[in-house]
């Protein structure tokens, strides 16, 4: 499988001029049985506004960190999404991270993952970060491989607090 061309994916903040992506995608997820952006197909432009709140950072309250979300765009197509959390709190380090990210259904197994993570690490990289945590379910070897690939180095096993399942852990140094 050839790699994409990382000069043809970009991450973009989320904006309501990629509406009509967002929805494909959310519909995408549903249809997928993933209920994970059941928020954005409810009221998308609510959905935009709260990434953009996290993004600023100001009046969170105390379990949300200031977390950067971005949109990888192929040719205006939405991938999937990037968040980046700039700190971590007790329970991001058991489980989820500096780093978290998903591909969209339709766009799995074509190496976007890889690409994806590589252009957060310098996102991580731009606001001073100089190492940072990644998980996975341990049952998610696609995106385990995406993380080592990525430079992640496994540092343990942790159980999820919110599935159960056991969670993978990875530090990546920038």
């Not at 001029?17 to 997928?32: I, T």
């Amino acid at each position: 499988m050839e790699m994409p061309d990382p000069d043809d994916i970009v991450l973009v903040d989320p904006d309501i001029k990629h509406l009509r992506e967002l929805l494909d995608m959310g519909e995408e997820y549903r249809a997928a049985g993933d209920s994970r952006y059941e928020a954005a197909l409810e009221d998308a432009v609510e959905y935009i506004a709260r990434l953009r709140w996290m993004a600023r950072g100001e009046d969170l309250p105390e379990h949300l960190v200031q977390e950067n979300t971005y949109w990888p765009l192929l040719r205006d197509r939405i991938l999937g999404q990037v968040r980046l959390r700039h700190v971590l709190t007790e329970g991001l380090l058991v489980e989820g991270g500096h780093i978290g990210y998903d591909v969209r259904p339709s766009e799995r197994r074509k190496g976007y993952g890889t690409v994806m993570l590589r252009l957060a690490l310098d996102k991580a990289r731009s606001i001073g970060l100089t190492r940072v945590m990644l998980t996975c379910d341990a049952d998610n070897i696609a995106s385990a491989k995406i993380i080592r690939s990525n430079g992640g180095q496994f540092t343990g096993t942790a159980t999820s607090p919110r599935s159960g399942k056991a969670i993978y852990q990875y530090w990546i140094k920038l």
